[in-house]
């Protein structure tokens, strides 16, 4: 691995499975994929994201459009020459790097609007930008309430705005339904099998996250 790799680390965003279907034999700790905790029972893992590129000795998952997720150890730090606790800040700022194609549909009927980061995905790993929330929680009333149903979706609304959070339950269910309405175009409804979230809303207040209390 080059020190320029580091540029292709990438955030996950993930929800925590039961124990009862975790891995029976589970890996050893340097080649556990890191782990660091989120919001409530989603995490952050951080992969390096290769375009038709294979990696000798490790199992990469295939995705839409080709890319491969080689997922990040203790070990890849240690050859990449990133510290653990770097990660994040690094993924985040890939993220965007890699994803240049930042698009912002406002829905019509409510103030609530869908992010796309085009061909790709990943949007949900937007909730760990800062400054990107910052920008988009001015656009809002109130606090910024975002919904994160899969990993590549990000839909967000204000408190200020209760048809706009009634929009982001709705988006929830229709995410969670895979059940798309007949002529459908919108990519969010587009999910891969295996990347659901989570349905649950958040509150970005103070620079953290919490759940937004049912209304």
């Known amino acids: 691995m080059t020190e320029s790799r580091t540029s292709l680390i990438v955030p996950l965003m993930k929800a925590r499975v039961p124990a009862e279907v975790q891995l029976e034999f589970p890996l050893p700790a340097e080649e556990e994929p890191i782990r660091d905790p989120f919001a409530g029972d989603l995490y952050i ?5 290769l375009a038709g590129e294979a990696a000798a000795g490790t199992a990469l998952r295939p995705e839409p459009g080709g890319r491969r997720y080689e997922h990040i150890a203790r070990r890849h730090c240690a050859e990449l020459g990133i510290a653990p606790e770097e990660l994040r800040r690094a993924a985040t700022v890939n993220l965007r790097n890699l994803r240049p194609d930042l698009r912002m549909s406002w829905y019509p009927d409510a103030r609530a609007v869908t992010v796309s980061l085009g061909e790709g995905g990943l949007e949900a790993g937007l909730a760990l930008d800062d400054g990107f929330l910052e920008k988009l929680a001015q656009d809002v009333e109130g606090d910024l309430v975002v919904a994160t149903p899969a990993r590549d979706v990000f839909v967000a609304s ?16 229709r995410v969670w339904s895979e059940e798309p309405a007949e002529g459908e175009a919108d990519p969010a409804w587009d999910v891969p099998s295996g990347h659901l979230l989570t349905r649950e809303l958040r509150v970005w207040r103070g620079g953290g996250w919490t759940p937004l209390a049912a209304g």
């Open 45 to 49: 893992t951080y992969a390096l994201e």
């Open 158 to 173: 204000g408190t200020g705005h209760p048809d706009g959070v009634d929009k982001l339950r709705w988006a929830v269910e």
